[in-house]
Every structure is written in structure tokens, then in C-alpha cells.
């Protein structure tokens, strides 16, 4: 997932694009093989035991991943500088309630919880998508043994 990140960060592919999705697919498939090789190894077919391999091989790879960001938006803090900057200016045409020192001050504060808060997006997403794979491989797994 890292790898691909960083080959779609040097091709300045869009955040926006449908290949960002590949990072997930390739998520996916992780989670599934390290579920299915575990129950080849251990010939375990206790839905618990499987689920259980699946949660670490998600916490480790979400770990992976949100130290890769972290350092990401730490060497590139001119990005954080546009997405403020450009929010900035889109609250001081738009907002009419808003006096410019109190756009300054959130602009302050956007840039000063902006690493947090793209974190918790990533850590979240990658552990609610992690759990669903590795509840449907698990149960599956443990479904066509449990009937075999």
C-alpha cells in the first residue's frame, strides 16, 4: 500500500482518481491471504482464531500506513500551507458572518490539527474496512469447514 502511495504520489496521480481505490484492493487481498494461509498452517477452523490473525494483520498494516502519513504530511507541510491557504480564502469570499481575524484564527487552527485529523480519517477507514474483510473471510472460512 505504501509502495503504491508513493508511486501515485511521484506520477501526481489525483486524490480524486479510482485508482486510489487500488490501495484498498490490495488491503483487501492482504487481510485474505494472511487469513487463509494461517488456516492451511494451523489447520484452525475457529472462526475466533481466524478473525484474530485477520486483526493483527489489519492493526499492523494500519500502523504501517498511518506512520508512512504521518511522516508524508510532515515533509510536505507546503501541501497543508495550499489546503489552508486555499480554504482560507474560500471562507473570506464566501462567509458573511465571519469577521477575517476569525477566519485567521480557524485557518490557525486548521493547520494545527490538519496531521491529527487526516490520521483518524485513515486509522478509522482502514480498521472499518479491515474488520469487514476479516469478518466475511473469516466467517467464510469457518462456514465451509464447519459444512465440510
Do not use: H
Amino acid at each position: 500500500m505504501v509502495a503504491v502511495a508513493i508511486v501515485f504520489y511521484f506520477n501526481k496521480i489525483d486524490e480524486a482518481s479510482p485508482l486510489n481505490y487500488l490501495g484498498y484492493v490490495i488491503f483487501g487481498l492482504g487481510i485474505v491471504w494472511s487469513i487463509t494461509s494461517f488456516a492451511r498452517q494451523t489447520q484452525s477452523t475457529q472462526f475466533k482464531d481466524l478473525f484474530q490473525q485477520g486483526f493483527r494483520c489489519v492493526l499492523a498494516a494500519t500502523l504501517v500506513l498511518a506512520l508512512y502519513t504521518f511522516i508524508y504530511f510532515k515533509l510536505n507541510e507546503k501541501e497543508i500551507e495550499a489546503v489552508v491557504q486555499q480554504a482560507k480564502q474560500e471562507r473570506l469570499r464566501t462567509a458573511k458572518d465571519r469577521t477575517p481575524a476569525e477566519i485567521e484564527t480557524e485557518a490557525q487552527q486548521t493547520r494545527k490539527y490538519y496531521i491529527p485529523f487526516q490520521l483518524s480519517i485513515l486509522v478509522f477507514s482502514n480498521l472499518f474496512t479491515g474488520v469487514i474483510v476479516t469478518m466475511a473471510t473469516s466467517g467464510a472460512l469457518y462456514l465451509r469447514n464447519k459444512n465440510a
